[in-house]
DNA sequence: ACACCCTGTGTCAGAAATGTTACATGGGAC
DNA sequence: GTCCCATGTAACATTTCTGACACAGGGTGT
């Protein structure tokens, strides 16, 4: 709220302002502009410059900003602690972004996209193929490992492989086969040391702690269709603005 | 600022000035209350009795406190993503959790569990069935509605029914069907005010802003793999404890 | 069908508060 | 002395806030 440069830049009276407020404070949230002004002995045109000497617009803002100040500082904050939490706060803060934006460059140039995995990944490829083609990227699931994949879609696409463990041997000999076909491979995995992240051309991982319940892995894949969706709707973003400046060059 | 109790609380009114402030939050910061009504084509009254509903003294204050939102907004999280952190605020925060402990109450007591969805709720519904089935609930994903339940299933079941929109008559018409048979149902929707949460034994929201492209629904689904995930481990959880006191009443 | 009530909403007037402005004052610096 | 700056004053404009009331629609009981 205050400061140490605004405490410093403040006059006399405007101390005085100061210390009455931070002594007076649960009172000062309920008074009016002259009542303050009485109390600290000055008009209120100074409680106005006051205020907005210490950012507000006017009095009653100066008011609420106090009121908040006051609030937060008696609640202890909560939430923090949970796992999905973190994966937010990692992503939206570091520069995972950069690798997101390579994905995106990959993926903009590429005519199709092709979704593998297995199990439970299988479902979240589904899922991306599904919202990728909602948002207008021709994209398909490959279900059935032995499903030959056309020539057309071959050429020019790039895979997005989904493993959580990203030790999956069906999952690593679909990619190999794509990658000999010339696609291009992204891989979204729980953490970078595996097979699955070495092989692929990009690796996304998201580093949720692994777990399990009598052997199957039930590691949260939350910020799986978190990143399916982010990609989705970046790419979509990109090809937009691509074609605007393609259409129309001059403005 | 904004508590998923609040926008459940809210009336058709008040969720057009919610929408609104949300979507236009940076314009609001700067209105007067009769400029803000005219938009929201309320009375000031109105929007003076939202501003109470959702913990301000007056529309100045309203004012402010969005503005000391966005700004802490943008300082922490860079630009776009904030959706899906404010569900997980929202959540985390305050008590959706008896809404959820009740769902795993009822869930407790079924046999069986059955996923409802279409599209890709279809996809996140067969998801959440393995993700169950993983965690040692006996569940099941019906695809195909004509598909001929077995009796031993309809009895003591529960049905999770999803659908971001709420209204997708086939699922609505499965839902009924199930409920006939005697299931009792859970539906996980984007708000309240649908149809298929109206009937509904238990409705959860998670209250992200609808998007569309082009007709489709895009809006995110991070949400309801989070809710499907958080119910499954607390279903476990409990199930694990009433299993401890079964086998040794005396611990 | 009717009366009744309750709730949500709009309207309006006027009180109360804030914000603005122009000007007065007064004390120091030069 | 006089010029300037900080402050006070006071009237006025603007805005919010309050309260009373009207009105519509839905539900309920008779």
Redesign the interface.
Known sequence: MFTSEMIASFNDLETDIYNYVITHEHEVIYMRIRELAEHTHVSTATILRFCKKVGCEGF??FK??L??ELKSRQSVV??GE?A??EF?ERT??SDQ?TVLEEAVQMLTQADNVLFVGI??SG??A??GA??FS???KFSMYIKDFSYPIHNRLQKNSVSIVLSVSGENSFTIKQMNRLKREGSKVISITNNKQCTTAKMSDLNLAYYMTEEY??D?N?T???PV??LL??LARKL?QHEQQRNEILEDPHE
């Open positions: 009653s803002e609420t900003k009121k908040l909560k939430s949970h999905v939490m937010f939206l803060s972004e199990g439970s479902i979240l589904e899922y599904r919202y909602s948002l207008g319940y009598e199957t039930i949260t894949q939350v269709i978190y969706e982010t979509n």
